[in-house]
Every structure is written in C-alpha cells, then in structure tokens.
T-cell receptor, first 107, second 115 residues
Framework: GIQVEQSPPDLILQEGANSTLRCNFS?????LQWFHQNPWGQLINLFYIPSGTKQNGRLSATTVATERYSLLYISSSQTTDSGVYFCAVRPDYKLSFGAGTTVTVRA | DAGVIQSPRHEVTEMGQEVTLRCKPI?????LFWYRQTMMRGLELLIYFNNNVPIDDSGMPEDRFSAKMPNASFSTLKIQPSEPRDSAVYFC?????????????FGDGTRLSIL
C-alpha cells in the first residue's frame, strides 16, 4: 500500500513562532487532507488539498502532487495549535494516514 | 449542517461484554467509513460502505467485530465479545459521491475502554 511519511515527528514551539510540517507520499493520490487532532481527541479537518495552495487564517498548505509531498505552515503559533497534525492521502476509497507530527506550543 | 454524529463519546465496559458503537453520517453522503486509532497502529480503516453496502471489510480485526448499515443515515459497529486489546478510539467518517477525490468528514470518535 501507499506509504505516508510525516516530519518532524515532534515539534516544540514558542508562542508566536512559525513552523513547517512536511508530508511525503509514495504514490499518486486523488485527495490529500490535513487534520488537527486536538487534546480532546477530535479530528478537525484543516485542508482538503490534492494540489495547489490554500490558506485559512494563520494556517496554509501546499501540495505538489507531481513531486508527492505536501507542506503545512503554521504562522504566529498559539497554544491552541498544540496537538497532533495528520496528513492523510487517498489513492483509492480509503484514507491512509501518516504517523503524525506532535506539536507543542509553549506560552 | 450537522457533521458526523457518533455515540457514545465514551464507553467503559468489562471484558466479554457486547459493545455497540453508533454513527449518523452527514445527510446526502453515500460513503461511510469506520476507523480505529491506537497508539501502536495509528489510524486504520476497519470497513467501508458505499450506498449502504459493505465494500471492503478487510480491516476488521476478527469475527468478533461486525458492522451494519441498515439505511443511509445510520451505521453500527459491534464487538462481541469485547477484549482489553479492543480498547481504542473508534471514528466514523463519511464522504459524498462515489468519487475518491472527495474529502472525508470525521465524527468526534468513541473512546472505548475494555477492562
């Protein structure tokens, strides 16, 4: 099956810092989604981004499908950004998830 | 619009008991997925329904697990008998159309603890 690798596995930020999370995948996909799992365990849809660039407030994402990677940018991080960020790709009907990046934002 | 609704949010029960998890997909969505999240294996697909028909149940761990979708607005995942290793967070997700490019929308999950 398709391999999804996320880096870094862990990230500690000071409030206000910027960061970039990366997702590499091993095969072509029809869909790519970024999720934030908050401390309560909820999976929050951040972006649906099979290609191109999107922005939503302090977050933005870019997917270069031909090179099989996606980037998630967090700017001016806040403590509420803490949690696990998952990249998930959809080569067929199911989503295949990466292992996630655990982000801790310190005040 | 209401999102995917799962119940219960938390379930604690003793080994050997039957557990039933419930899911109401987003209205109009015709694809429904059950995922399980554990520390060891991360998020993995258990079963996929399309138009209420199970299409792929290869991720169901064993015969103790069963899932049904009697209509377009309701699905259940049942574990009988439950075991401590079934403890995990179970997510239900739905997406529109049969095309594989559509985003999946997740419920809040059911945190299951088997004692």
């Amino acid at each position: 099956g398709i391999q999804v690798e996320q880096s870094p596995p862990d990230l500690i930020l000071q409030e206000g810092a910027n960061s970039t999370l990366r997702c590499n995948f091993s095969d072509s996909v029809n869909n790519l989604q970024w999720f934030h799992q908050n401390p309560w365990g909820q999976l929050i849809n951040l972006f649906y981004i099979p290609s191109g660039t999107k922005q939503n407030g302090r977050l933005s994402a870019t997917t270069v499908a031909t090179e099989r990677y996606s980037l998630l940018y967090i700017s001016s991080s806040q403590t509420t950004d803490s949690g696990v960020y998952f990249c998930a790709v959809r080569p067929d009907y199911k989503l295949s998830f990466g292992a996630g990046t655990t982000v801790t934002v310190r005040a | 619009d209401a999102g995917v609704i799962q119940s219960p949010r938390h379930e604690v029960t003793e080994m050997g008991q039957e557990v039933t998890l419930r899911c109401k997909p987003i209205s109009g969505h015709n694809s429904l997925f059950w995922y399980r999240q554990t520390m060891m294996r991360g998020l993995e697909l258990l079963i996929y329904f399309n138009n209420n028909v199970p299409i792929d149940d290869s991720g169901m761990p064993e015969d103790r697990f069963s899932a049904k979708m009697p209509n377009a607005s309701f699905s259940t995942l049942k574990i009988q008998p439950s075991e401590p290793r079934d403890s995990a967070v179970y997510f239900c997700a739905s997406s529109s159309q049969t095309g594989w490019s559509q985003p999946q929308h997740f419920g809040d999950g059911t945190r299951l603890s088997i004692l």
